[in-house]
C-alpha cells in the first residue's frame, strides 16, 4: 500500500541511516567490521530475533505486550529436542510441526485468558513465563539435549545452503517477514489487527470481532516462538532448560520499539521491525570487535527500549502540534 | 459497622440494603488469603511435622523476606494504579555497585550509603521517564527491568563479588529467636500498613489508583504523591538487595533473578487489585507468609524447583483472575 | 404533508429512559425521501438520544421503527449501517493510524479474513468518492493529521459508499469554518438532491433555515412541532423550544450582596475562550449560559487550575493570585463541583464518607493520621444537612442514585468552607424533586455570602436563581443580563453563534 509506506518511510529511513552511522564509524575504528565475513555474522545472530519480532510487532500493534515468548521458545525447542533424543526414528522435519504447533497453542492460551477474563496481557504473560519455564524444567527432567542428539540435517540448516552458501534460517526468517508483511498489509485480519490498536473503543463498532484479533495475534506470537524454538535447536545444537530463550523477550521488544512500532498500537511495519532487529544485529556483532564485554547487551537493550520509547513519544508530540497548527490554519 | 440508616430518608428505590458486616468482611480477598494460608499450615503439617516447627517456617521465610519487604511497597504502587516490575534489577544493581563500592576500598557504611543512594536514584529515574514524561509505568519498567540488571552485569561480569565477613550474614542474626529479616519484614509491614491505613498519604493513594482525575481535582498532589512512591520502592529495593548480599555472601548480576515474579504475585495474592484504588499491605503480608508455605512445602515434598515455578506462574494468573472477580461481584 | 406511504423512515411512541429517568418521551415522527430534516432543541431536550436510537447507538425503551413500511430493529450501529442509516458524530469516529481509503471501507470488507485485500481498487473507489464530493482529500495519507472538516467528509463519503439512505448530522457545524461549512451545505442538498434524506442537528437557527426543508423540535424530551422552516420564524422556533411554563422555583432569599470575591480580567486560553472578564460578588450568584462548547467549562477549569489559562488575571478577595493546581484553588478558598461526575467527581468504589471527606486531608488528619471519628462526624453531619439519602456510610458511592452522588459532591466541597463556589451543571442527570432541594441549598449557600458561579445550560434555572446571567457564545462573553431584563429568549440570542452568518447565506 503506497498510502502507508509514503507516511512511515521516513521512520524506516530513519533507522537505515542509523545503521548505516553506527556501520561506518565502526568500520573507522575497526575496518575488518566492514566485511562479508562481519556481515555474515550479523545475519546469523539476527534470525531467531526477527522470527521473535515479527509476532511480537503483531502483540504490540494490537496494544498488548508478550513477556512469555522466551519461555515458549524455551519449551518448543525442548519438545523437539527430546523428541530427538528419545524417538530418532521419527523424521525430523516434523520437528517444526511440533514446535510450531505447540508454540501456537501456548500462545493460544495466553490469548484465552487475556481475553476470556479481560485480564492485562503483562501479567498474564508474566505469569505463563514462569508457568511454561517450569513446564520446560518438568519435561525435560532439568537435562539439557546434547549436540549428539539434534540431527545433523538440521544443525546443517544454520551452517550451509545451496544459494550461495547462505544458511536456510536466513532464508527463513526473511520469509516469515515477507509473510508477516502481506499479512499486515493484505489481509482483512492483519488490518484489524491494525484497527483494534489504533482505537479500541470504536473497532467494535466497526464490527471487528475484538476476542478473534487478540486471540489471533496471540497465537501467532506463540507459533513464531516455536519456530524460533526449533531454529535455536538448528543454530546452536542443543536445548538447556534454563538457558534457551531466557531474556529473549526482552531482545524482541527491544527490536520491535527500535523498529518505529508504537506501544500504544495501531502503527508499526515489517520493515521497520526488521531494520529495527538489524540495528540490533549491527550492535550484537561490533561488540567483541571493539573489545566491549558481552555483558554489555543487556543494558544496552534496556537501554534501546527507553531511548524507543522517547523517540515514539516525540513523534507523537510533533505529530499532535502539526493538527493543532493544521487547525488553527 | 455502623449503620446510620435513618428509616425516615431511606425510603426509595434506588438505595441499596446496606450488606450484613459478616459479608463484608467474608467477600474481601484478605480473607480468603487468610484461608488459604490456614489451609496451607494444615496441608503442610499433614505433610511433614517440619510445619508445626516456626522455627523452620521463620528460617525459610528468610528466603523470601527481601522480596517481601519489597512486595510491601510494591503493593501501594499497584494501589496507586501504576506497577514497577524493575525492582528486582534494582536490588541486583545496587547490590552490584554496593560490592563494587566496597571492593574498591570504600569503608562499609560508605559502600552502604553508595548501594541504597542507587537504588533510590533508580526509583526516581522511573518515576522522571514515567510521571514527568507520561509514558506507561508497564512498558517503561520493561526497560528499566533490562537495563539495570545489565548495568550490575557491566559492573559485575560473570564473577560473584564477595562482601566483607562483617557485612554476612543478617539472616543468622536472631532477635528473640527470630531471624532479623523477618523483623525487619514485620515492622515494614506494621509501618506501611499504619501509613496506608490510617494516614492522609495513604487515603490519598487510594483516590488517586481509584479515579486520579477526581483526586486531582479534590486538590490531591497525584504526581507527587507517584514519584515519592516510586522512590521509596527504589530504596526499598536496594535495602532489600543488601540484605541478600548479607545473606548469600556474594553478590552477582543475577541477584533476585526472577523476583519480579514473587513481588507481583505476593500483591496480586493478597487481593491488590492490578487496575488500581483497591488492596491492603495486610493481604501482602499475608499472601508472603502463604507463598513461602507453598513453595516450602513443595520443597519438603521434595518437588523439583521446576513444579515451583509452574505453581507460582499458575498462581499468579489464578490470583488476579480471583481478585477480578471479587471485586466485580461487590461492585455493583 | 407527513403521509406515511411514502415517509423513508417511521417512528411511533419512541421513549428513552436512563436509570429510570425519561430523557424521550413517546416521539412520533415520519422522514420523508428527499427532505433535510433540522432536530432543534436546548441541551438535552432529546433530540441526540433519538437520533443514537435511530443510529443504533441507543434501543428504545418503547416504541418501533419501520424503514420503508418494513418495522426494523435497529439493535446496534451495524444494523443500521446494513439498514442504510449513517450518524455522523461532531467528532468523527476514526483509526487515526490507518488511511482514508482504509477508514472508508473498514466493516465492510466481507472477503475471507486470509484474502488479499484489492487495495489499489478500494484507493480508487475512494479517490472516486472524494471527487464526487468535490473534496480534495489525499486517501493514502492517514487519518490521523485531517481536519475535523475532512474526517466529517471522510464519514459521509463512508455512509455513501454504503449507500446510506439516512444520514444523521449531529451538530456537524460546530467545529468548522465558515467555509468548510459552505462546503457542508453544497454536499448536503446534492445529497438530498439524490433522494437521499438527512437529519441536520443544530443550535443554528440561521444554519437551519439556509439549509433544512422541515424543522422538528424538541423540548424535556418530547417533540413538540414539526413544521416546513419556511413556516417558522427564528422566534417561532426559540419560542417552541423553550416554551415550557416557568416553573416557580423557591427564589432565593434577599441575600445582601457584599464586595467582588472574584474578579477575571481577560483571562485567555488560546482554542478555548478568549478575554472574559468577569467579576462575581460575595452573596450573588452569577449565572453562565451559552452552548455546549462555548468554552464555559474551560473558563471554569482555567480558574480551578485544572488547565490553567494562558494569559489573563484572576483575583480572590482583592488580592491577585496565581493558581496552577486545584491545591492551589483550595488553599484560596475556591470549590468546583464539575460536570461530568463519573470522570472527575466521584470515587467509584469507594465509601461514601471517604468520597465527602476527600477535599479536606487537613481537617479528618490533624496530625497526618486520619481521625476515624472526625471523618465520621463530616460525613455525618454532611449527609444530615443535605438530606443526602444512603444505606451506609460505608457504602461504595457507586451505588448511590446520580442526585444523591451529586449531594455528596457538593457536600464535600462545603466540608472545604469556600468563599467561592463554582458550579458546572450541577443539576444534570437529577431527578427533578432532587433539583429543586438542590436550588434551595445553592440560594441557601448564597445567602451564607459565598459567591457562586453557576454554569447552567437549562434556562429556567438560570432566570430562577441568578442575579446575574453571563452567557458565553464561543469561547467570548456576549451578553452581562441583570435578573430583571433577563429572558430565556435573550439568553438564547446571545448564546447562539453569530460568526458564520455570512457562509451560511449561500
Redesign the interface.
Known amino acids: 500500500m503506497k498510502s502507508l509506506g509514503t507516511t512511515f518511510l521516513r521512520r524506516e529511513a530513519g533507522i537505515v541511516v542509523m545503521i548505516v552511522l553506527f556501520c561506518l564509524v565502526v568500520g573507522a575504528v575497526k575496518p575488518q567490521f566492514l566485511t562479508l565475513n562481519s556481515l555474515r555474522i550479523i545475519f546469523l545472530l539476527v534470525p531467531l530475533i526477527m522470527i521473535g519480532a515479527m509476532g511480537q510487532m503483531l502483540v504490540i500493534v494490537a496494544r498488548h505486550v508478550d513477556l512469555s515468548i522466551g519461555s515458549i521458545l524455551g519449551l518448543t525447542a525442548m519438545a523437539s529436542g527430546m523428541m530427538f533424543r528419545f524417538h530418532p526414528e521419527i523424521w525430523w522435519q516434523l520437528g517444526f510441526a511440533l514446535s510450531i504447533g505447540s508454540g501456537a497453542l501456548l500462545g493460544l492460551f495466553n490469548g484465552l485468558l487475556i481475553t476470556l477474563f479481560r485480564l492485562p496481557a503483562i501479567i498474564v504473560t508474566l505469569g505463563t513465563l514462569n508457568l511454561y519455564r517450569g513446564i520446560t524444567f518438568i519435561m525435560s527432567d532439568a537435562k539439557q539435549i546434547d549436540r549428539q542428539y539434534v540431527p545433523t540435517a538440521l544443525k546443517e540448516m544454520s551452517q550451509d545452503s545451496p544459494i550461495f552458501g547462505i544458511p536456510w534460517i536466513i532464508f527463513m526468517s526473511f520469509g516469515i517477514a515477507t509473510l508477516t508483511y502481506w499479512f499486515s498489509m493484505h489481509t482483512r485480519i492483519g488490518r484489524e489487527v491494525f484497527a483494534l490498536g489504533s482505537n479500541p473503543t470504536a473497532a467494535p463498532l466497526r464490527g471487528i470481532n475484538v476476542s478473534k484479533v487478540t486471540l489471533t495475534v496471540f497465537t501467532i506470537s506463540g507459533a513464531l516462538s516455536g519456530l524460533a524454538g526449533i531454529m535455536y535447536a538448528s543454530r546452536w545444537g542443543f536445548v538447556n532448560p534454563s538457558n534457551t530463550g531466557n531474556g529473549f523477550e526482552f531482545q524482541v521488544i527491544a527490536a520491535v520499539v527500535i523498529g518505529g512500532v508504537s506501544i500504544n498500537g495501531g502503527l508499526g511495519t515489517a520493515l521497520g521491525t526488521v531494520l529495527g532487529v538489524l540495528l540490533l544485529g549491527c550492535v550484537a556483532a561490533a561488540l567483541p570487535l571493539l573489545g566491549i564485554p558481552g555483558t554489555t547487551q543487556n543494558a544496552i537493550y534496556g537501554a534501546v527500549i527507553l531511548v524507543a520509547l522517547l523517540i515514539d513519544r516525540l513523534v507523537r508530540k510533533q505529530g499532535q502540534r502539526q493538527n493543532v497548527a493544521r487547525a488553527a490554519a | 459497622m455502623s449503620n446510620v440508616e435513618n428509616p425516615a430518608l431511606a425510603p426509595s428505590r434506588e438505595v441499596a440494603a446496606p450488606r450484613p458486616a459478616w459479608r463484608i468482611f467474608l467477600i474481601r480477598p484478605e480473607t480468603m488469603t487468610l484461608a488459604l494460608l490456614i489451609l496451607g499450615v494444615f496441608a503442610g503439617s499433614q505433610l511433614s511435622e517440619f510445619f508445626l516447627d516456626i522455627n523452620y517456617i521463620l528460617k525459610s521465610f528468610t528466603l523470601y523476606a527481601e522480596f517481601a519487604i519489597v512486595a510491601l511497597v510494591l503493593t501501594m504502587v499497584i494501589i496507586a494504579g501504576e506497577i514497577d516490575l524493575s525492582a528486582a534489577s534494582n536490588m541486583a544493581l545496587s547490590a552490584c555497585v554496593f560490592a563494587y563500592a566496597q571492593q574498591t576500598g570504600a569503608p562499609l557504611p560508605i559502600s552502604i550509603a553508595i548501594g541504597l543512594s542507587a537504588g533510590l536514584f533508580m526509583g526516581l529515574f522511573n518515576a522522571f521517564i514515567i510521571i514527568g514524561l507520561k509514558l506507561p509505568s508497564i512498558i517503561v519498567t520493561i526497560g528499566t527491568l533490562t537495563l539495570y540488571r545489565g548495568l550490575a552485569q557491566i559492573i559485575a561480569g560473570d564473577k560473584s563479588i564477595r562482601v566483607p565477613e562483617s557485612f554476612i550474614g543478617i539472616n543468622n542474626v536472631f532477635i528473640g529467636g527470630i531471624p532479623a529479616p523477618v523483623i525487619i519484614f514485620i515492622i515494614l509491614s506494621i509501618v506501611l500498613g499504619l501509613v496506608l491505613g490510617t494516614t492522609i498519604f495513604g487515603r490519598q493513594i487510594y483516590l488517586i489508583g481509584t479515579n486520579e482525575v477526581a483526586a486531582r481535582h479534590a486538590g490531591v498532589r497525584s504526581k507527587s504523591i507517584k514519584i515519592i512512591l516510586f522512590a521509596t520502592l527504589g530504596l526499598t529495593s536496594a535495602f532489600a538487595g543488601l540484605l541478600t548480599a548479607s545473606r548469600l555472601g556474594s553478590v552477582r548480576y543475577d541477584l533476585g533473578l526472577g523476583g519480579e515474579l514473587q513481588m507481583v504475585l505476593m500483591a496480586m495474592l493478597g487481593g491488590t487489585y492490578i487496575f488500581g484504588g483497591r488492596g491492603t499491605i495486610l493481604g501482602t503480608f499475608l499472601a508472603a507468609w502463604l507463598l513461602v508455605i507453598v513453595t516450602t512445602g513443595m520443597i519438603v515434598a521434595n518437588w523439583l524447583p521446576a513444579y515451583q515455578l509452574c505453581v507460582l506462574g499458575v498462581l499468579l494468573i489464578i490470583s488476579i483472575i480471583a481478585t477480578n472477580f471479587i471485586y466485580s461481584r461487590t461492585e455493583r | 404533508m407527513t403521509n406515511p406511504e411514502t415517509a423513508l423512515l417511521s417512528a411511533r411512541g419512541i421513549s428513552k429512559q436512563f436509570a429510570?429517568i425519561e430523557v424521550l418521551s413517546d416521539v412520533d415522527l415520519d422522514l420523508m425521501p428527499g427532505e433535510i430534516h433540522a432536530l432543534v432543541g436546548e441541551n438535552g431536550a432529546g433530540k441526540s438520544t433519538f437520533a443514537k436510537i435511530l443510529a443504533g447507538v441507543y434501543r428504545p425503551t418503547r416504541g418501533s421503527l419501520s424503514l420503508n413500511d418494513q418495522h426494523v430493529d435497529i439493535t446496534s450501529?451495524?444494523v443500521a449501517q446494513k439498514l442504510g442509516v449513517t450518524l455522523i458524530h461532531q467528532e468523527p469516529?476514526?483509526?487515526?493510524?490507518?488511511?482514508?481509503?482504509?477508514n472508508l471501507v473498514?466493516?465492510r470488507?466481507n472477503?475471507?479474513?486470509?484474502?488479499?485485500?484489492p487495495?489499489q481498487k478500494i484507493?480508487r473507489d475512494a479517490q472516486a468518492l472524494m471527487a464526487l464530493l468535490g473534496v480534495s482529500i489525499d486517501?493514502?495519507?492517514?487519518m490521523?493529521?485531517l481536519?475535523?472538516a475532512d474526517q466529517q467528509m471522510v464519514e459521509i463519503a463512508r455512509s455513501l459508499a454504503s449507500n446510506s439512505r439516512l444520514i444523521i448530522m449531529d451538530e456537524p457545524t460546530a467545529p468548522l469554518t465558515p467555509k468548510e461549512v459552505a462546503t457542508l451545505f453544497v454536499i448536503a442538498r446534492r445529497l438530498r438532491d439524490e433522494g437521499r434524506t438527512i437529519i441536520f442537528i443544530s443550535h443554528r437557527l440561521e444554519e437551519v433555515r439556509a439549509l433544512c426543508d422541515r424543522v422538528t423540535v424538541f423540548r424535556d424530551g418530547h417533540k413538540v412541532a414539526t413544521e416546513r422552516t419556511a413556516n417558522l420564524s427564528d422566534s417561532d422556533i426559540i419560542r417552541l423550544m423553550i416554551g415550557r411554563p416557568l416553573k416557580e422555583y423557591m427564589h432565593k432569599q434577599g441575600s445582601i450582596i457584599g464586595e467582588v470575591a472574584l474578579k477575571l480580567t481577560n483571562l485567555t486560553l488560546p482554542?478555548k475562550f478568549h478575554d472574559i472578564s468577569l467579576a462575581v460578588k460575595k452573596g450573588e450568584i452569577v449565572g453562565l449560559g451559552g452552548l455546549v462548547g462555548a468554552g464555559r467549562t474551560d473558563v471554569a477549569q482555567a480558574i480551578?487550575g485544572?488547565a490553567p489559562a494562558a494569559s489573563g488575571a484572576i483575583e480572590v478577595n482583592g488580592k491577585l493570585v496565581k493558581i496552577n493546581?486545584?491545591?492551589d484553588?483550595?488553599a484560596h478558598g475556591l470549590a468546583?463541583v464539575?460536570e461530568d461526575r463519573a470522570?472527575?467527581?466521584?470515587?467509584?468504589?469507594?465509601a461514601v464518607e471517604?468520597n465527602i471527606t476527600?477535599?479536606i486531608?487537613?481537617r479528618?488528619?490533624p496530625a497526618?493520621?486520619?481521625s476515624r471519628f472526625l471523618e465520621?462526624r463530616f460525613a455525618?453531619d454532611s449527609?444530615a444537612k443535605l438530606?443526602i439519602?444512603?444505606?451506609?456510610?460505608?457504602?461504595?458511592i457507586?451505588?448511590?442514585?446520580g442526585g444523591?452522588q451529586q449531594k455528596a459532591i457538593l457536600a464535600?466541597w462545603l466540608l472545604t468552607d469556600p468563599s467561592i463556589l463554582i458550579l458546572d451543571e450541577p443539576t444534570r442527570g437529577i431527578d427533578i424533586g432532587v433539583k429543586a432541594e438542590f436550588y434551595d441549598m445553592i440560594g441557601e449557600l448564597a445567602a451564607g455570602g459565598r459567591a457562586i458561579l453557576l454554569i447552567s445550560s437549562e434556562l429556567p434555572e438560570l432566570l430562577a436563581l441568578c442575579d446575574r446571567v453571563l452567557v458565553m457564545s464561543e469561547g467570548r462573553l456576549t451578553a452581562d443580563i441583570p435578573r430583571r431584563e433577563a429572558t430565556q429568549e435573550l439568553i438564547m440570542q446571545a448564546a447562539v453563534p453569530r460568526s458564520t452568518h455570512q457562509g451560511v447565506a449561500a
Open positions: 429510570g450501529p451495524i469516529i476514526s483509526f487515526p493510524d490507518l488511511s482514508v481509503a482504509e473498514l466493516g470488507l472477503s475471507a479474513p486470509l484474502a488479499r485485500i487495495w484507493t486517501v493514502t495519507k492517514p490521523r493529521g481536519s475535523i482554542g480551578f485544572i493546581s486545584p491545591t484553588a483550595i468546583f464539575p470522570q472527575s467527581g466521584i470515587f467509584r468504589t469507594l471517604q476527600a477535599a486531608a487537613k479528618i488528619a497526618m493520621f486520619i465520621r455525618q449527609v438530606r439519602r444512603l444505606a451506609s456510610l460505608r457504602q461504595p457507586g451505588e448511590l442514585s444523591n464535600r
